[in-house]
């Protein structure tokens, strides 16, 4: 059995990724450090185990975005690729729109829902959390 493999990256290539086999969670976030990071209303999140992630090429530029939160970034292009917390030890998030192919992974839920912007409205019926959820 081989595992699948996708690939992403920034937008001007300068960071490359690989993820193998399947995300522990797929999900959309609408807090406001995400929204703020990204400029975008809310951002995709595939989680994945530190090992199933190798960069292809440097790794990204981080920023703490919080005390407990570290946040990659491309420092050419500005692309937000990854996400990694104290409270999500051997977990690193991974965005969805980074993916060449972001279609082969959809997510399942939606959290920090509390703080999403009342004119985003998805036309799913994933499960919504108010803040993060657990995670297993
Ligand atoms: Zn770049
Ligand atoms: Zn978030």
Sequence with gaps: M???KLEGGCQCGAIRYRVTGAPVMAAICHCAMCRRASAAPAVAWAMFQET?????SD??????????????????????????????PGLIDITIGSLDH??????TLHYWDSKRLPWVHFADDLPKFPEFPPVG
């Design 102 to 107: 972001p279609d082969q992974i959809a997510p």
């Design 2 to 4: 081989t595992e699948p």
């Design 52 to 56: 199933q992630v190798a960069f292809l």
């Design 59 to 88: 790794r990204p530029t981080t920023y703490a975005s919080s005390p407990a939160g570290k946040r990659g970034f491309c420092s050419v292009c500005g692309t937000q690729i990854c996400f990694a917390a104290d409270y999500i």
